[in-house]
């Protein structure tokens, strides 16, 4: 029996000692491989220095940056408007390389956009390699490393280089690209296809390079048989911010002006030069297609009244001949960096028309650099008086212009607000192109008439010494005695001039009705003052309850008249109506 009992003893005890060696040898199993960790326990890695992301890439707060606008990338569409990039809230690509792979401590640099590049010293996890970050990454860890308290320039964070580091193109500049942005107009004036018209901005790379032509594609489709089916085409040279046009090797050629712009040998059917295009230029295709062309920046301000403008060459109104179109019509408003001043102006042109264009682009300029002189500007405000202005402006573009065998008159408008929004405005001319303002029922001449048969001009020779004989009507073939450019003849006769006439500044009273209109003086030799007054009420009688379009209605009424009247001349028209708002800048052109 005792020896039965100390059988079963060593047997427990063997067991017992299996059993502690089968544990043990599980727990070294254990220890060794670790398996918790396949198990979906809260991770337990290091502590996330201050810095570190602490969640996606790519935020799904969209609101979480908003304070830091200024890192904000923006996009501009094709028509300019102003959007966050869509693509910033979208999840990284996976496609290509997807392994992971932490990055190095050392700098990396990392693509942000299509071209910024910043320097990335703190580990990342999740980047793909080869992957592009878009700038919503850079800016919520700026974010993140503002929140705690560590500025985002330090060398071991996320940073974006110095001033001479960093790529100009980086940040789209809203000003350069503004000032970029032009707006071209084109309108068949005379041909089959009179009356057609179109427009485009330079920032519409899908529309250019704009091709005029007989068959599709071309833009600007002109029904003429003499128009070659890829006649012209209009580009936006990038580098010299100016539109240019260049003949495609047409069979009739292309004229710019009257000039030609085509291949000098007309049966290679080579390209020609590219030529500039400026605001008032024709162009003709073949022989009887006739386009107006009109300029004007895309970024101009709301005036704050209505504006209509509109010219034609009334090429055909000298039995058949082509007259060239020599009027440039323009209007500045506001000023640039002076945006209670504004300017509007017609230059007429004769011998051409590159004084009037130089004229059109200096004066303006001109004024805005005398107004740019705080104390000059304070005082026409003050004293309610531009006269010192408009004089000086006058004489600066006479000695700025450097045209000898060319001229124009130029009639320009000046109008102000004060700090109570009281609008005044004062004209200056050299020239036949006049101005008046209606206000109260009453005309104001703003102009004065300087043909050399005009009385006023008589006086003025008269007193220099050099009376005109009886009978003289032109001064070295020309009817003007007063204009810009025209050094040659100055220089031979010193009865000519570039003093402009200055009128009386007018208070534009509010619920006045008050209006002006300036025009070249193919309207003033078939319309008088009077005649213009009429159809202006009997517009506005017509369409009591227009008011955006209706200085544009108004500025068309006015040249139907001159071609009812059959006026023989180029013949440029500006209405402003100081008792309506506009809320576009237009310069259509009537055939």
């Known amino acids: 029996m005792a020896m039965l009992q100390s059988i079963v003893v060593f047997t427990l005890l063997l067991l017992m000692l299996i059993l502690i060696i089968i544990i043990i040898i599980i727990i070294i199993i254990v220890f060794a491989f670790k398996p918790w960790r396949f198990f979906s326990y809260p991770s337990r890695c290091r502590a996330i220095k201050v810095g570190e992301l602490e969640r996606p890439l790519v935020s799904n707060d969209v609101d979480l940056a908003q304070d830091q606008s200024n890192d904000l990338t923006r996009n501009y569409d094709l028509e300019g408007e102003c959007h966050l990039n869509a693509a910033l809230l979208r999840p990284p690509r996976t496609e290509g390389l997807v392994h992971k792979q932490r990055l190095s401590?050392?700098?990396?640099?990392?693509?942000?956009?299509?071209?910024?590049?910043?320097?990335v010293s703190d580990p990342l996890d999740g980047i793909l390699v080869g992957q592009t970050l878009k700038r919503r990454v850079v800016t919520e860890h700026l974010v993140e490393l503002q929140k705690?308290?560590?500025?985002?320039?330090?060398?071991?964070?996320?940073?974006?280089?110095?001033?001479?580091d960093r790529p100009q193109e980086s940040v789209p500049n809203t000003d350069a690209i503004s000032d970029q942005r032009s707006c071209l107009s084109l309108q068949v004036v005379s041909g089959p296809s009179c009356g057609l018209h179109c427009s485009v901005l330079s920032t519409s790379t899908a529309r250019l390079p704009l091709t005029l032509g007989r068959v599709p594609p071309s833009?600007?489709?002109l029904k003429d048989y003499e128009v070659s089916g890829k006649h012209a085409m209009i580009t936006w040279n990038l580098n010299k911010l100016r539109w240019e046009l260049v003949d495609m090797g047409s069979l009739n050629g292309t004229l710019l002006n009257s000039r030609p712009i085509n291949?000098?040998?007309?049966?290679?059917?080579?390209?020609?030069?590219?030529?500039?295009?400026?605001?008032g230029d024709t162009i003709t295709v073949g022989t009887t297609s006739n386009i107006y062309v009109h300029i004007s920046s895309h970024n101009e301000r709301l005036v704050p009244f209505g504006v209509g403008m509109t010219s034609d060459p009334m090429s055909l109104?000298?039995?058949?001949?082509?007259l060239p179109m020599e009027d440039v019509c323009y209007y500045h408003w506001p000023l640039p960096g002076i945006y209670q001043f504004g300017v509007f102006g017609i230059c007429d042109g004769h011998g051409g028309v590159v004084a009037a264009k130089s004229a059109s682009k200096i004066l303006p300029e001109m004024v805005a650099t005398i107004l740019a002189d705080s104390v000059k500007r304070e005082r026409v405000v003050s004293e309610q008086d531009a006269s010192d202005v408009l004089r000086d402006a006058f004489s600066q573009t006479e000695a700025s212009m450097n045209n000898y065998y060319e001229g124009c008159t130029a009639t320009l408008l000046l109008v102000w607000a004060d700090a109570d929004e009281n609008f005044f405005a004062q004209c200056a001319n050299v020239g036949d192109s006049a101005c008046f303002i209606n206000m109260d029922g009453k005309q104001i001449k703003m102009t004065e008439d300087h043909k050399v048969t005009s009385c006023s001009e008589r006086l003025r020779i008269e007193g220099i010494g050099e009376p005109l004989k009886d009978g003289e009507t032109r001064l070295c073939g020309l009817n003007l005695a007063r204009m810009l450019g025209d050094k040659f003849v100055k220089q031979q006769d010193s009865r000519f001039s570039s003093e402009p006439y200055i009128s009386?500044?007018?208070?534009?009273?509010?619920?006045s009705g008050a209006f002006a209109l300036l025009a070249s003086d193919g309207l003033w030799d078939v319309v008088s003052f009077k005649k213009a007054v009429q159809l202006v009420v009997q517009t506005r009688e017509r369409h009591p309850s227009e008011t955006e379009n209706l200085a544009e209605k108004i500025a068309e009424v006015m040249l139907d008249e001159a071609r009812t009247q059959r006026t023989k001349d180029n013949t440029s028209i500006i209405f402003i109506d100081f008792d309506s708002i506009s809320t576009v800048s237009s310069c259509k052109v009537r055939p």
């Open 263 to 279: 291949h000098p040998d007309p049966g290679s059917r080579l390209w020609g030069d590219p030529v500039e295009l400026a605001s």
């Open 504 to 511: 009386q500044v007018v208070h534009l009273k509010k619920s």
């Open 148 to 164: 705690h308290g560590r500025p985002a320039n330090q060398s071991q964070n996320l940073r974006f280089g110095t001033e001479n």
């Open 317 to 322: 109104r000298r039995g058949g001949k082509k």
């Open 105 to 119: 401590s050392a700098s990396r640099r990392l693509a942000l956009g299509d071209s910024v590049v910043g320097d």
């Open 219 to 221: 833009y600007l489709l």
